[in-house]
């Protein structure tokens, strides 16, 4: 592990910029600190798990009981979630979410860029453990800015023989004040999944106010408000977080409230307050057609 840690950063560190070290349970993570913000992301699925603007608070939640476990999902920051969102459509011993969230992966490259921000790229190729859960050829590369704005790209590479069919999201948990004193912007007059309701379909009447478990699934949102722009408000930390995606035409929305987070090992009961996951997803219909040697790029960014 050590000596992981070492060749690593032998061969990808930045000095003052970005650094390796052992985290969680010994878990590899990127430590990045430059002029603009901080961030941390673990190996194990390519996990950014801290976000801050220089001078700001923390934007990403994470959960203080996320059990770092290797070959595990860890709770909070953002899940990478592929090839498929939710459970298997055919196999529901399949692991929730896909399998890229709980292998490590790997790093592609560093880079320290002209406007002060850090680039970190990790990726992941098919392996016989792939394969036993997913019988495709494939290279996803994680392409992570981090600046004053957060932007996390997912590509994904076809490379294989067959056509396939894949779907995701950037699972990302966001902090807040009191997630009963905030509005969720940009989703106005959008169809949604309601799967919490037999997945029936509703529309969005007004902005989104949680007051009870929420999990949908909204549609046609590449262009939610007027510039492709979703917003948290935030009236307990006074603040506004934004995301702008592309590639996405699903967005997810889930908090888990009162009784599910008592159901998780890993969630306190009363975290349900502190969070709330705003999805950049493939979901449903939005799954993604590949034929050989195609590429799709899931992006977002996150800024205040
Ligand atoms: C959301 C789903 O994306 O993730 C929810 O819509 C699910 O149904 C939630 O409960 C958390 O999933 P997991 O597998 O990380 O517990």
Redesign the pocket.
């Known amino acids: 592990m050590e000596n992981q840690i070492e060749l690593l950063n032998a061969q990808f560190a930045l000095t003052d910029e970005l650094l390796f070290q052992p985290g969680e349970n010994g878990l590899p993570k990127v430590q990045i600190n430059n002029g603009l913000a901080s961030a941390e992301v673990y190996l194990q699925g390519a996990h950014i798990t801290a976000f801050q603007p220089r001078g700001g608070e923390p934007v990403l939640w994470m959960s203080p009981l996320a059990q770092f476990q290797r070959d595990k ?1 860890i ?1 909070g920051g953002v ?1 990478v ?1 592929w090839p498929w ?2 459970p298997h459509l055919i196999d529901k011993n399949k692991p ?2 896909g399998f890229a969230r709980s292998i490590e992966w790997r790093v592609k490259a560093t880079t320290a860029l002209s406007d002060g921000s850090t680039r970190l790229q990790l990726q992941l190729k098919d392996t016989p453990t792939t394969h036993a859960l997913w019988p495709h050829a494939f290279e996803l590369t994680l392409t992570i800015t981090v600046g004053t704005e957060l932007t996390i790209e997912l590509t994904s590479c076809n490379t294989g023989e067959q056509t396939f069919v894949a779907g995701g ?1 950037l ?1 990302s948990y966001f902090a807040v004040g009191d997630v009963k004193k905030i509005h969720i912007d940009g989703l106005l007059g959008h169809l949604y999944i309601d ?1 919490l309701d037999g997945n029936r379909i509703k529309q969005q009447n007004d902005a989104i106010c949680i007051r009870e478990e929420v ?1 949908r ?1 909204y549609f046609d949102t590449e262009d939610t408000c007027s510039e492709g722009i979703c917003a948290i408000f935030d009236a307990q930390f006074l603040r506004q977080i934004y995301i702008k995606k592309s590639g996405s035409h699903t967005t ?1 929305v ?1 908090n ?1 409230w009162e009784n ?1 987070a008592k159901s ?1 090992a890993d969630f306190p009961d009363d975290g349900y307050r502190q969070m709330v ?1 705003i ?1 950049t997803a493939n979901a449903v219909d939005d799954v993604r057609h590949l034929a050989p040697g195609e590429t799709h790029t899931l992006s977002q960014t996150i800024f205040l």
Request: hydrophobic content about 40%; aromatic content about 10%.
């Open positions: 999902a709770r899940p979630i969102f939710g929730q979410h999201a699972h799967q999990d699934i997810v889930w888990p599910k998780m996951c999805e």
